[in-house]
């Protein structure tokens, strides 16, 4: 664990110009002024199903535990969560709803798909095609997410309220061999439809570069690209110049994930980023799972990044006008739609 002294005084200043558009939550959209302090990755609940066949801790499904943990992430100024999870794969549409008014935290939840590994060898999602693909996404952004499409086909899915608000791609191996991208084609097809920014999950920088190329020739803009998990390893920062400095956001998640590498490391780094000129494209959270979550028992809960993260981070020399970026002016860009079709 850090050692830093959570009381550490950052000097905040939250006065910014309005960035255009809206933010679509699960209970509806909001200007972007009022996403306030974000976490930019999180899962707030995954289903009991075949994604704990690839980890065990990919099981948060305690409402009630899910509540404290916002209601505490709420206490120390937390205001907004964006919630990664795709349709059919865990995703607990209901409870985001439910969890998100009952808390008071703006969620921005997710359509799109994951890695394959976490969808059983005959799920419906590995055979539609790209304009199926697409008009699921669509259907999703516009008219509200699908509840039970882990076991269930999308037509016999029932359609809640809540709408998502972004599109999560993931790159694995099993679709970088599929010729026609048909899963990236419709992301990016649904995309360019509704304005909604796209998240990528990816392993390398070798993938960023590629799915990022991939939506630029699409037509989408590099600004509705966020490109996460680059983090993981801190050993190519002319990658990470180079694909921010194309417009592309890029999300860090690895902190207080000490297998990877220390928090002191990681701040070191997000300092060398800022100084290099990142701080309008960087953005932060925690990728949480069951054990990384405190009301789950485990470590280190949100309030982490705000407690103690951010108190390291200004150590390293991050001001305070560039810790308001990370957590609240940056999301409130990066995740504000760049059209208004749909938006009402």
């Not at 707030?44 to 801790?57: E, M």
């Not at 952004?141 to 999308?154: A, I, K, R, V």
């Not at 809960?301 to 390291?312: N, S, T, V, W």
Request: charged content about 25%; aromatic content about 8%.
């Amino acid at each position: 664990m850090s050692s830093i002294d959570p009381n550490v005084t950052i000097p905040w200043n939250r006065e910014a110009e309005e960035p255009a558009g809206r933010i679509r939550t699960v209970l509806g959209d909001i200007e972007p002024r009022r996403l306030g302090f974000c976490h930019s990755h999180e899962h707030l609940f995954l289903a009991p199903g075949f994604p704990q066949t690839v980890n065990k801790d990919l099981l948060i499904d305690d409402y009630a535990l899910t509540l404290r943990e916002l209601r505490s992430f709420r206490e120390i100024g937390g205001e907004a969560i964006v919630d990664a999870q795709p349709l059919a794969c865990g995703r607990m549409e209901t409870e985001l709803l439910r969890v998100s008014e009952e808390a008071g935290i703006h969620v921005v939840a997710s359509t799109g798909f994951h890695k394959l590994a976490f969808y059983p060898p005959d799920h419906w999602i590995r055979k539609l095609g790209e304009k199926e693909l697409t008009e699921l996404f669509i259907g999703e952004l516009e008219d509200g997410m699908l509840s039970g499409t882990d076991w269930l086909e999308p037509e016999a899915a029932e359609r809640v309220q809540g709408r998502a608000g972004q599109i999560k791609t993931a790159v694995d191996a099993e679709r970088m061999a599929d010729p026609d991208k048909r899963w990236f084609a419709a992301a990016a097809n649904a995309s360019l439809e509704t304005g909604a920014p796209i998240m990528c999950h990816t392993e390398s920088a070798a993938q960023a570069r590629w799915l990022l190329s991939f939506y630029l020739e699409r037509g989408v803009p590099a600004e509705s690209v966020i490109l996460c998990h680059l983090d993981r390893t801190l050993d190519d920062p002319d990658a990470h110049l180079e694909l921010a400095g194309q417009g592309a956001y890029l999300e860090y998640d690895t902190i207080g994930r000490f297998k990877y590498h220390s928090d002191e490391e990681e701040a070191k780094w997000i300092a060398r980023m800022l100084a290099a000129g990142l701080e309008d494209r960087l953005l932060l959270g925690l990728d949480t799972t069951r054990a990384r979550l405190a009301a789950y028992g485990g470590w280190p809960g949100l309030r982490h990044i705000a407690q103690r993260f951010l108190p390291l981070l200004a150590l390293e020399g991050a001001t305070g006008q560039q810790l308001v970026k990370l957590m609240e002016k940056n999301p409130a860009k990066a995740f504000s739609w760049r059209s208004r079709a749909g938006l009402n």
